[in-house]
């Protein structure tokens, strides 16, 4: 929980949402949208693991825990965050070919959520060079985020 500070005492202020502004591709009632990382998990999909609530439109699992079922659109691995503290982890998955790298990686960057963003140009900057060894990282990073 954080806390600021609001005339002489402390309250307690809601940590900002994992992904932020109206452009972003994840779903409207995403947990990503009302939670910060690591208070929510996420799924591959959805399952009966967690079942959507007619109530109030979102899924959860057995122990009320909130769970995304679109990591293709936040950017985050499926992974119980939330439920069994799972560190958070990002991951690309680079194309075969050097041709269709630039727009993977606009597509990656672009869906990306705020948090992620700078974990995946770190993660990029290491692993483009391993998979293609003849691309120019940061001119592939600038088309990308262009």
Do not use: W
Not at 28 to 57: K, M, Q, T, Y
């Amino acid at each position: 929980m954080v806390f600021q500070r609001v005339g002489r005492r402390y309250a307690a202020a809601m940590a900002e949402a994992f992904v932020t502004g109206d452009n972003h591709p994840s779903c409207g009632i995403c947990p990503s949208r009302r939670f910060p990382l690591g208070e929510f998990d996420v799924f591959e999909r959805p399952s009966a693991e967690c079942p959507f609530n007619p109530a109030d439109g979102h899924r959860y699992t057995a122990a009320g825990v909130p769970v995304c079922v679109h990591p293709h659109k936040i950017g985050l691995v499926p992974r119980r965050y939330k439920t069994d503290g799972v560190p958070f982890a990002v991951e690309l998955n680079l194309p075969d070919h050097p041709a269709d790298l630039d727009a993977y990686l606009r597509e990656v960057m672009h869906s990306a959520a705020p948090g992620v963003l700078e974990l995946l140009i770190e993660r990029a900057t290491h692993e483009i060079p391993r998979a293609f060894p003849d691309v120019d990282v940061l001119q592939a990073l600038r088309r990308a985020l262009n």
